[in-house]
C-alpha cells in the first residue's frame, strides 16, 4: 500500500523568504509524485509533477519540488515567497501502474501562512 | 472548455435525506475520479470511471454511496439516508486515458455537503 505524509501542518513564513513543504511517501513500487495547491473556497489546483526524467521539477508559481529515490522524498520550495502563497499544499503519489486503478493518494496538506 | 464543472456548490440537507452531486468533467477526459475531502485532510479516493465503465468502487464509504456515469460524458454522486458525518466537500476530477496526462488529474471546485 502507498501513503503520503506531510510532517508539518502549518508553516508559518515572512514575506519573501525562502520556504520548503517537506513530504515523504512510501511505496513498494515506483511512483509518480504531484504537489496541489488548494486556495480558500476552490478546488485543487496541479503545482508541479514528476513522471520521469529529471529530479528536478519545475512548477507553477516559482515553485520547484526534487525527488529523492534514496531517501522517499519529494519537498517543495520556493526561493521567495508572496502573501498570494498562503493556502493548502498536498502531496500526492500514484502507484507506477499505468492504469490509475487506485487515483492519487494524498497527504493531510500543509498550510502555508505568509507573514507580512 | 471550461473545465471540470461541479453542481451544486453547496447543498444542505437535514439528516435522512438523500443527495445527489453531478460532475461535468473536461470534454476530452476519459477518466472521471469522485473524492471526499473533509476538515484538515487531504482528499480521499472513492471511486473512478473510465468512460462508462466503474472500474474501482471497493473505495465507496459505504453501501448508501453510489455513482454513475450512464453515457460516459457526466457523472453522478449519490449519498442515500444522509448522515452528519457524511458533511464534507466531495471532489471531482478528470484525467486522459492515455499517454503522460493518464496520471494527471484536474479537479472541480467541488460540492460542499453540510448534514443537519
Known amino acids: 500500500a502507498q501513503s503520503v505524509t506531510q510532517l508539518d501542518s502549518q508553516v508559518p513564513v515572512f514575506e519573501e523568504a525562502p520556504v520548503e513543504l517537506r513530504c515523504n511517501y512510501s511505496?513498494?513500487?515506483?511512483?509518480?509524485l504531484f504537489w496541489y495547491v488548494q486556495y480558500p473556497n476552490q478546488g485543487l489546483q496541479l503545482l508541479l509533477k514528476?513522471?520521469?526524467?529529471?529530479?528536478l521539477v519545475k512548477g507553477i508559481n516559482g515553485f520547484e519540488a526534487e525527488f529523492n529515490k534514496s531517501q522517499t522524498s519529494f519537498h517543495l520550495r520556493k526561493p521567495s515567497v508572496h502573501i498570494s502563497d498562503t493556502a493548502e499544499y498536498f502531496c500526492a503519489v500514484i502507484m507506477y501502474s499505468g492504469g490509475g486503478a487506485d487515483g492519487l493518494t494524498f497527504g493531510k496538506g500543509t498550510h502555508l501562512i505568509i507573514q507580512p | 472548455d471550461t473545465g471540470v464543472s461541479q453542481d451544486p456548490r453547496h447543498k444542505i440537507t437535514k439528516r435522512g435525506q438523500n443527495v445527489t452531486f453531478r460532475c461535468d468533467p473536461i470534454?476530452?477526459?476519459?477518466?472521471l475520479y469522485w473524492y471526499r475531502q473533509t476538515l484538515g485532510q487531504g482528499p480521499e479516493f472513492l471511486t473512478y470511471?473510465?468512460?462508462?465503465?466503474?472500474?474501482?468502487k471497493s473505495r465507496l464509504l459505504s453501501d448508501r454511496f453510489s455513482a454513475e456515469r450512464p453515457k460516459g460524458s457526466f457523472s453522478t454522486l449519490e449519498i442515500q439516508h444522509t448522515e452528519q458525518g457524511d458533511s464534507a466537500m466531495y471532489l471531482c476530477a478528470s484525467s486522459l486515458l492515455a499517454g503522460a496526462g493518464a496520471n494527471v488529474l484536474t479537479f472541480g471546485a467541488g460540492s460542499r455537503l453540510t448534514v443537519l
Open positions: 470511471f473510465q468512460n462508462e465503465a466503474q472500474l474501482e
Open positions: 511505496s513498494s513500487v515506483s511512483v509518480y
Open positions: 470534454s476530452e477526459h476519459n477518466r
Open positions: 514528476y513522471l520521469s526524467g529529471s529530479t
